[in-house]
């Protein structure tokens, strides 16, 4: 499985994405700026969004994402465009309610038209499986203020976890000791240590109390962990408080990075 990383970091500044990865050119772990990262013809080769929560900086790019389906459209594709968006019952409701609500943005569930959308949301459930594309997805419930799950990725016998947004969480650590070829984990690291405070109150984490939480996942240092959603503003403090902690093949992502898994 290929991962490029479109946005991983949890602030928007110039040089700085918002968090998006896309998986083997058709799956998009979150949309924080696939339509910044790719251009039209990748952009219209996305299929499926697994989306993690409905924080803006999670779901921004899907309002573009499916504009700029139009754009493609009056370049004389007439191709079929669907993106089928999986997320939790109470995320999709909430994309219906307050995004694609005809105020904030139109309904593009309704667009062309009911029969033929460019976005469908589909109900995912904690820990029932699903494959798109050739690749076997799970959610896992993680710990944050809104509801929100990681995903487990499995593509051909290979998996990936991605933590999403969270504070100090279980489930996820129990589900990845339990892979038989676990190839990567991207997870959340946001804040300083000093903003612990502020990790706590928002659910995510500083490179101390990740730490704790990566005493549960019995693979560390040998198996990758990559960090995500850092906020730009702080990069250089976490950068050090990182590399203090000394431990093997425990790194921040960049937006270069594409992992071959
Ligand atoms: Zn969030
Ligand atoms: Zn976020």
């Given at each position: 499985?290929?991962?490029k990383?479109?946005?991983?970091?949890?602030?928007?500044?110039?040089?700085?994405r918002?968090?998006?990865?896309?998986?083997?050119?058709s799956?998009?772990?979150?949309?924080?700026?696939?339509?910044?990262g790719?251009?039209?013809?990748?952009?219209?080769?996305?299929?499926?969004?697994c989306?993690?929560h409905?924080?803006?900086?999670?779901?921004?790019?899907?309002?573009?994402?499916?504009?700029?389906?139009a754009?493609?459209?009056?370049?004389?594709?007439?191709?079929n465009?669907?993106?089928?968006?999986?997320?939790?019952?109470?995320?999709?409701a909430?994309?219906?309610r307050?995004?694609?609500?005809?105020?904030?943005?139109?309904?593009?569930?309704?667009i062309p038209?009911p029969?033929?959308?460019?976005?469908?949301?589909?109900?995912?459930?904690?820990?029932?499986?699903?494959?798109?594309?050739?690749?076997?997805?799970?959610?896992?419930?993680?710990?944050h203020?809104?509801?929100?799950?990681?995903?487990?990725?499995?593509?051909?016998?290979?998996q990936?976890?991605?933590?999403?947004?969270t504070?100090?969480t279980?489930?996820?650590?129990?589900i990845?000791?339990?892979q038989?070829?676990?190839?990567?984990?991207?997870?959340?690291?946001?804040?300083?240590?000093?903003?612990?405070?502020?990790?706590?109150?928002?659910?995510?984490?500083?490179?101390?109390?990740?730490m704790r939480?990566?005493k549960?996942?019995?693979?560390?240092g040998?198996?990758?962990?990559?960090?995500?959603?850092m906020?730009?503003?702080?990069?250089?403090?976490?950068?050090?408080?990182?590399?203090?902690?000394d431990?093997p093949?425990?790194?921040?992502?960049?937006?270069?990075?594409?992992?071959?898994?």
């Amino acid at each position: 499985m290929r991962v490029k990383v479109l946005g991983c970091y949890g602030g928007q500044l110039i040089g700085f994405r918002l968090t998006s990865f896309l998986i083997n050119d058709s799956i998009l772990l979150d949309a924080g700026s696939p339509a910044e990262g790719l251009s039209l013809d990748e952009q219209y080769a996305i299929r499926h969004i697994c989306l993690s929560h409905t924080h803006l900086d999670h779901i921004k790019d899907i309002a573009l994402l499916a504009d700029n389906r139009a754009l493609r459209c009056m370049g004389g594709d007439m191709s079929n465009s669907m993106i089928t968006i999986h997320s939790l019952p109470e995320n999709n409701a909430v994309l219906r309610r307050h995004f694609l609500n005809e105020h904030i943005w139109p309904d593009f569930t309704r667009i062309p038209s009911p029969e033929d959308p460019t976005l469908r949301l589909h109900d995912i459930h904690p820990e029932q499986p699903f494959e798109i594309d050739g690749v076997t997805v799970t959610a896992i419930p993680v710990n944050h203020p809104v509801p929100c799950t990681g995903f487990l990725i499995d593509a051909h016998g290979k998996q990936l976890i991605y933590t999403a947004d969270t504070g100090c969480t279980d489930r996820i650590w129990e589900i990845a000791n339990a892979q038989p070829n676990l190839r990567a984990v991207i997870m959340d690291c946001s804040f300083p240590n000093e903003y612990q405070w502020l990790a706590d109150k928002s659910g995510h984490q500083t490179p101390a109390a990740m730490m704790r939480d990566l005493k549960k996942f019995d693979a560390l240092g040998r198996v990758p962990v990559y960090l995500y959603h850092m906020k730009p503003e702080s990069l250089n403090i976490m950068t050090a408080e990182i590399e203090a902690l000394d431990v093997p093949h425990l790194r921040m992502l960049t937006q270069v990075d594409e992992l071959l898994l």
